[in-house]
């Protein structure tokens, strides 16, 4: 009987050490990953930064072209942030539905979430051809410059996310809710609202204050 429990307790062991070892491992990859993330979203923000403090040195610079108020259509631009920052939202949701395990409810918040973005991204090339039909290019003032950079990149970032979502979308219907996807879809939520972050920047301090001086 002795050693019959011997037995009994040396074959459960490895079990428990295996598992125990396997959480260990999970635990410290997404710690590592979630800590390289936030690393770049740091270096990402330096780059707004510098894009910010560019703008500001050159948004009076307009070489006799147009200047804000006269290019600027806020309703429009009030709109754009509205449906960003709805998809903030909406990208909540699909984070309470990966909580719950609920596999439908993320795929389609998701889904949800990607469509208001690239509706976002289509109201910003709507913008710009407008300014550039309306001769207010690139080349036109360094004012004009550093607002298509600034803004662009931002709206590139936001096209990025939609390309990320669009492969979460693949891989949720493939693997499911299993460690990794939860992960990403983690790193993914950290960066979407990062670009709304900066949006509420670009809209108050390109947009708003723009308009008023």
């Known amino acids: 009987m002795a050693t019959y429990a011997m037995n009994g307790e040396a074959a459960a062991n490895p079990t428990f050490y295996l598992a125990e070892e396997e959480s260990h491992d999970h635990a410290h990859s997404g710690g590592g990953t979630m800590i390289g993330f936030w690393i770049y979203l740091m270096s990402d923000a330096l780059i707004f930064a510098s894009l910010f403090a560019t703008y500001g040195v050159l948004s009076t610079s307009y070489a006799g072209g147009p200047s804000p108020r006269h290019i600027f259509e806020l309703p ?68 004009l410059s550093a607002f298509f950079t600034l803004v662009a990149t931002h709206g590139l970032h936001v096209t990025v996310g939609i390309i990320w979502i669009g492969v979460m979308l693949v891989q949720l219907s493939q693997r499911g809710l ?20 900066v949006w509420i920047g670009v809209f108050t301090f390109v947009y708003l204050l723009g308009v008023l001086r």
């Open 76 to 143: 429009l631009v009030a709109v754009n942030t509205a449906i960003l920052l709805v998809s903030s939202i909406t990208y909540g949701f699909a984070m309470l539905a990966m909580e719950e395990n609920k596999l439908g409810g993320v795929r389609l918040w998701l889904a949800i979430t990607a469509l208001l973005g690239m509706g976002f991204v289509g109201v910003e090339l709507f913008e710009f051809s407008n300014l550039i039909a309306e001769g207010a290019t690139p080349m036109r003032s360094g004012f």
């Open 178 to 197: 299993h460690f990794e996807n939860k992960k990403r879809l983690m790193c993914l939520s950290m960066f979407w609202h990062f670009l709304d972050v």
